[in-house]
């Protein structure tokens, strides 16, 4: 993997920070050289810091770190992505990413990671960690009652009332799923390989 540094004017390129589980894009910074083989060396992720002036390792004073899973090279050979794993918030106003909104889309993703979470660490009065007790079972069964009030609903003219029983079912799906082992990305990749035919 070989950057091209020698595009830019300045030596640097942009670097764009997504979260490796939820797939947010979490923030961008630029890096040059000598950023790009020490985030490489250290796999914490490290820009050059256009305000500073200097070499800045994120979370070298909060401690919130981003951790590289992976990094990638777009066509051009100019800009970075990494994906990688946040160890705290990573905008400095306290927020999870520097964007102000994260699209719907990506807040499944946040969700199914909130739902794995009750599930390897169970929390007193969640109601998705007393489903998880309950047992694959009841988890099935809770779908199959959302999927019934979402076709009620569906013949009727609601669409307040359909959203919401939608929303309990994808809901109670992302707990089976979780319980199954799986996640929304194998899904995708079954409905990918699909589209192919």
Known sequence: MKPNFTKSPNGLIPTIIQDSKTGIVLMLG??????????????????????????????????????????????????????????????????????????????????????????????????????????????AQKVGEEAVELVIEAKDSNEELFKNEAADLLFHYLILLSAKGLTLNDISMVLKERSKN
């Open 30 to 139: 630029y890096m040059n050289e000598e950023a790009f083989l020490k985030t490489l060396a250290e796999k914490k992720v490290t820009f050059f810091s256009r305000t500073k002036n200097r070499l800045w390792t994120k979370g070298e004073k909060s401690g919130n770190f981003l951790d590289v899973d992976e990094m990638k090279l777009d066509c051009d050979k100019d800009t970075i992505l990494i994906k990688a794993s946040p160890a705290g918030v990573i905008c400095h106003t306290g927020a999870d990413t520097c964007f102000d909104e994260v699209n719907a889309r990506c807040y499944l993703y946040q969700l199914e990671e909130t739902i794995r979470k009750r599930r390897s660490q169970p929390v007193e009065g969640s109601y998705v960690s007393a489903l998880f007790e309950k047992g694959l079972n009841k988890m």
